[in-house]
């Protein structure tokens, strides 16, 4: 092993001379030469602000400056099955939320760690890759509440726009796109237990299909945004061929830290730090906020907008008194439900991670580096508290062909925050073996948290309070599809494998029958997991509602020349993960800037 992790950073370094000398560069150009002023300043190179920085960058006659916090992204991010290694580097801005009351009894300090991206791409970098839309209703609720434009029927078209799909079996079916700029693809290479997740779901009455076609509820191996095997991030995708346009400028490292806001509520510019200088931008037509659900709140309420009674705490002059912060949302889980089996085929980093591997990832992109961060499987179910008649599901499950206990406690432990007490106590005993996974998630929880200021200094983290099961509804519901978990796990399939539930007991829950419902309630609190979605801080809506920060054209709500553009501004959660959807709004969003352009906007 020691030798292994010698050679795996030249290798790294050879991947990096492959890519840099391809068109599957993950390094976009980027320049410190910065005009005084542009038609548009965005500010975040993220999972959306990449996409609106291509598109209206488009037009030669524009001049577009897009302002990233962050750096250039770390080799390993490449590597799907090496995702979450990326979390708590320098690729992440490293949040923590604060001490939950109802969760999170097995983390340190009752904190669950928020890993967001800092880093050209944004989450895109970070995420695991997994291309997943939501349900049509969860978009035809927004139109009916107020966001006028965003049914599904309206939202579909800007999905295909930016996908190129590339798997035969998938791309022509009717439900995908070819040719956009967002690669996404069926991982080349499978474990027996990612087929045997497919073939548990179908003994147990769900279909395996297409979860992005005519029919949510199912089981499937799921599609990433992935490209030659590698990661395709938002930074790749969008910003690679883009950067090389003159009027383009994309500045890494740069730090805004005010919208600059005139007496007639029009924004005109920012204020920006970047190697130990402060800087001003001014913008002719607009600023566009793309920071995501924890930093553009954070940002808009830095420059006076935001609620009243907040800001002026802090002494920050209120310029709009808008519900900023609120309304955040989460897809929360519980990481408890595991299982051992006795044949060597999962996804253990010391089989793995060979010189062999690498070296068939580098040159073909193909092998078990390939794999989305080790999920091999998604099922979306209905618990009793869905509709089952319903094409709705109200649980979302991901399959890890490994568990906590596969790196021995390396990685997966501290980026998900267990205590050491936990970890010993759970995982230790299971260390060296073969295991896998069934991480249930609630697809639209009821609870909601808030960001808000701990400080005016923008360099202070702003306090994150999901208030994850709050409402009690939630924890209900996720007991019910942790059993779910714990029926698809036992199905012929998995037991020709030896398949048999973890035995150790998580501490503080040793007093209820082992998988009993209190059992399962007592871990989903103690070993409580985020999916890394936050939304919903910005909520959009109409003109009128009282809770909508921007209207259902992402413009704030009494700023003249200021939107925002990142899964902020979504009213609800969508039921699956959320990086998609958040391409498919900056695309929606470049066209109504575009619209704007031409005095056609409404």
Known sequence: MGILISIIPSLLSLLTLLYLYSDNSFLPPTTNIV?????????????????????????????????????????????????????????????????QKHSCFGLINRQMPWPRGKVLGGSSILNYMLYVRGNRRDYDQWARNGADGWSWKEVYPYFLKSEDNQDPHTAFNGYHGTGGYLTVNTPPFVTPLGYAFEQSALFMGYSVNDINGVRQTGATIPQGTIRRGSRCS??????????????????INAFVTKILIDSDRRARGVLYDKDGHAFEALARREVIVSAGSVNTPQLLMLSGIGPKKQLKKFGIPVIADLPV???????????????????????????????????????????PLTVLGGCEGLAFVNTPFANHTDDWPDIEIHFISSSPSSDEGVSIRKVMGLT???????????????????YPVLLRPKSRGRIYLQSADPYVKPKIDPRYFSNPLDIKKLVQGMKICLKLGLQPPFLKMGSRLFETKFPGCEIYPLYSDLY?????????????????????????????????????????GLRVVDASIMPTIVSGNTNAPVIMIAEKASDFIKLAQLGMEK
Not at 41 to 52: F, K
Not at 330 to 351: M, W, Y
Not at 420 to 438: L, Q, R, S
Not at 525 to 534: A, E, F, L, S, V
């Open 35 to 99: 005009q005084h002023e542009y038609d548009y300043i965005i500010v975040g190179a993220g999972s959306a602000g990449a996409v609106v920085a291509n598109r209206l960058s488009e037009n030669p006659d524009i001049r577009v400056l897009l302002l990233e916090a962050g750096g250039a992204p770390k080799l390993k991010s490449e590597v799907p099955i090496l995702a979450a290694q990326l979390q708590m580097t320098r690729n992440d801005w490293g949040y923590l939320t604060v001490p």
């Open 234 to 251: 938002t930074a790749k995708a969008f910003l690679s061929s883009a950067g090389k346009r003159p009027n383009l400028d994309i500045v």
């Open 325 to 367: 912060g609120e309304n955040l949302q989460d897809h929360v889980g519980s990481a408890g439900i595991h299982f051992v089996i006795d044949d060597p085929i999962s996804l253990l980093p010391n089989r793995i991670l060979s010189v062999k591997n690498f070296l068939k990832f580098i040159t073909m992109g193909k092998g």
């Open 420 to 438: 050491d007490e936990d970890f010993n106590a759970v995982y230790v005993p299971y260390i060296g073996k073969d295991t896998f996974t069934m």
């Open 520 to 560: 399962l309630e007592c871990v989903a609190r103690t070993y409580t997991i985020t999916i890394y979605h936050p939304v919903g801080t910005c909520k959009m809506g109409s003109p009128w509602d009282p809770t909508a920060v921007v209207d259902s054209h992402l413009r704030v709500i009494g700023i003249k």
